[in-house]
């Protein structure tokens, strides 16, 4: 039974004892999270009892009002857990008889159309961005070099959209068009387009699914606690350094043939042998034009601008306590896709170096949208299916949410933080909390 303890006030005097402000407390228990509210609740009804005692007097009232306990689909719990995650609408659970296929036919036929004028014209802007961040950073002097980078990593970042459209069959009608355009846009980011577009397929294939999702899993119980060293490591990937973690996927999922099937290899190495080529012939000529200083203004720190946006884009995609992971037995397609991915509204000239990457939603009901096509589909997703979406605008709250509260699953409650389960080798944990904003 939830109740709601209202308009509890002690008032205190003696000797002893200073005068206790009244303060209102509201308490709200539900489905196992606790709310409090500091807040003025109605009073009819109180009784007050005086109670002396020499030169002391209190006056205690105190009244318990039953209340109905919120369900965990009802509209005032939504707007409780919007509020604690930092989102702007947490949607209702879609019908169990809503199929992904029943989402996909209420989009305009217009949304899934490739227009080539379009695609190109992405490709001019990513191009023209990345050359204005290298002019910035040849003449930035030392201490505006920062914003430089910033411009420059989140222009470059649009190129890995325009491979991301090429993977999936989005930018144009020529597929040998697509995949040299993939594959020239990934080199400045050192990404292997194939082995990437094989990894990803799968992560649309099984959004959200326990083990078989190639994104932001939660981590298991198990590895956890599997030894001291692996913890501590886990603490700060999926804490402070988090921002960076994509680097890890690039490097520890997509440069071993061992980890693609027979059919994809072929493919996979030759994506290699072009990545192992811009290296070698891109990497000395920036240093024998630049220097190694000049390799690290130029390349490398864009390069993890980009990485910050990666893995910054990809969490807020998919992770939130609210959003859960689920087994190949209890995963069902529409809910994953809907009910599972995170619409997040960024300034808008990152949405436009980055070809509206996050307006993800859509692009979970279908990959085959164009990036140009999907506020479009988004419009109509919100007409169709609106209450069902989980919405945010970039915050500081739902960023230390993430970072701080969605870190080793539990199925009763998706995640259960690392503070939790071993509150002494957490401090890295304490320190963003302490660190990070909070507001929304």
Same mark, same amino acid.
């Given at each position: 039974m939830a109740c709601r303890l209202s308009d509890s006030m002690l008032l205190s005097k003696g000797p002893y004892h200073k005068p206790i402000r009244s303060q209102r407390i509201g308490a709200h228990c539900s489905s196992g999270i606790c709310y409090l509210k500091w807040d003025k609740l109605p009073q009819k009804g109180i009784k007050r009892q005086k109670c002396s005692h020499r030169n002391r007097t209190t006056f205690v009232q105190a009244i318990a009002v039953p209340v109905a306990p919120s369900s965990p689909d009802s509209t005032e719990y939504r707007k409780q857990l919007c509020e604690s995650y930092g989102f702007r609408q947490i949607g209702e659970p879609l019908p169990d008889n809503v199929m992904l296929k029943d989402i996909i036919d209420s989009l305009p036929k217009k949304v899934f159309e490739i227009d080539d004028v379009k695609a190109w014209k992405s490709v001019l802007i990513s191009a023209t961005s990345y050359a204005i961040g290298l002019f910035m950073i040849s003449k930035a002097p030392w201490y505006l070099l920062p914003l430089a980078w910033v411009w420059t990593g989140t222009a470059v970042t649009g190129?890995?959209?325009?491979?991301?459209?090429?993977?999936?069959?989005?930018?144009?009608?020529? &597929? $040998?068009?697509?995949?040299?355009?993939?594959? $020239?846009?990934?080199?400045?980011?050192?990404?292997?387009?194939?082995? *990437?577009?094989?990894?990803?397929?799968?992560?649309?294939?099984?959004?959200?699914?326990?083990?078989?999702?190639?994104?932001?899993?939660?981590?298991?119980?198990?590895?956890?606690?599997?030894?001291?060293? $692996?913890?501590?490591?886990?603490?700060?990937?999926?804490?402070?350094?988090?921002?960076?973690?994509?680097?890890?996927?690039?490097?520890?999922?997509?440069?071993?043939?061992?980890?693609?099937?027979?059919?994809?290899?072929?493919?996979?190495?030759i994506s290699l042998?072009?990545?192992?080529?811009?290296?070698?012939?891109?990497?000395?000529? /920036?240093?024998? &034009?630049?220097?190694?200083?000049?390799?690290?203004?130029? *390349?490398?720190?864009?390069?993890?601008?980009?990485?910050? *946006?990666?893995?910054?884009?990809?969490?807020? =995609?998919?992770?939130?306590?609210?959003?859960?992971?689920?087994?190949?037995?209890?995963?069902?397609?529409?809910?994953?896709?809907?009910?599972?991915?995170? =619409?997040?509204?960024?300034?808008?000239?990152? +949405?436009?170096?980055? =070809?509206?990457?996050?307006?993800?939603?859509? =692009?979970?009901?279908?990959?085959? /949208?164009?990036?140009?096509?999907?506020?479009?589909?988004?419009?109509?997703?919100? +007409?169709?299916?609106?209450?069902?979406?989980? +919405?945010?605008?970039?915050?500081?709250?739902?960023?230390?949410? /993430?970072?701080?509260?969605?870190?080793?699953?539990?199925?009763?409650?998706?995640?259960?933080?690392?503070d939790r389960l071993a509150p002494e080798e957490s401090l890295p944990i304490a320190f963003l909390k302490k660190l990070m904003p909070d507001y929304a």
């Open positions: 190129f890995f959209v325009i491979g991301h459209d090429c993977a999936h069959k989005s930018f144009s009608r020529n &597929k $040998l068009v697509e995949d040299i355009v993939g594959t $020239l846009a990934f080199l400045p980011l050192i990404y292997p387009y194939e082995p *990437w577009r094989f990894k990803h397929d799968r992560h649309h294939a099984k959004t959200n699914m326990l083990v078989e999702d190639t994104a932001w899993q939660p981590i298991p119980k198990d590895e956890f606690d599997s030894s001291p060293l $692996l913890r501590k490591a886990l603490i700060y990937a999926y804490g402070p350094i988090r921002p960076w973690m994509s680097i890890a996927h690039w490097w520890l999922v997509h440069f071993n043939l061992k980890k693609f099937r027979t059919s994809e290899v072929k493919r996979a190495a042998a072009c990545v192992f080529a811009f290296m070698g012939i891109g990497w000395p000529l /920036i240093v024998y &034009k630049t220097g190694i200083m000049g390799w690290v203004k130029f *390349w490398l720190m864009p390069w993890l601008g980009y990485h910050f *946006w990666m893995s910054t884009f990809t969490m807020v =995609h998919h992770t939130a306590p609210h959003i859960p992971f689920k087994s190949a037995d209890e995963w069902d397609a529409a809910q994953a896709q809907l009910n599972g991915t995170v =619409h997040c509204d960024y300034p808008s000239w990152i +949405e436009i170096l980055c =070809h509206d990457i996050n307006v993800h939603i859509p =692009h979970h009901i279908s990959p085959r /949208i164009p990036s140009y096509n999907l506020r479009a589909a988004h419009k109509s997703i919100q +007409e169709n299916w609106g209450k069902y979406l989980n +919405e945010a605008t970039w915050n500081w709250r739902l960023m230390k949410t /993430i970072m701080t509260v969605c870190h080793v699953y539990n199925k009763e409650e998706n995640y259960v933080p690392f």
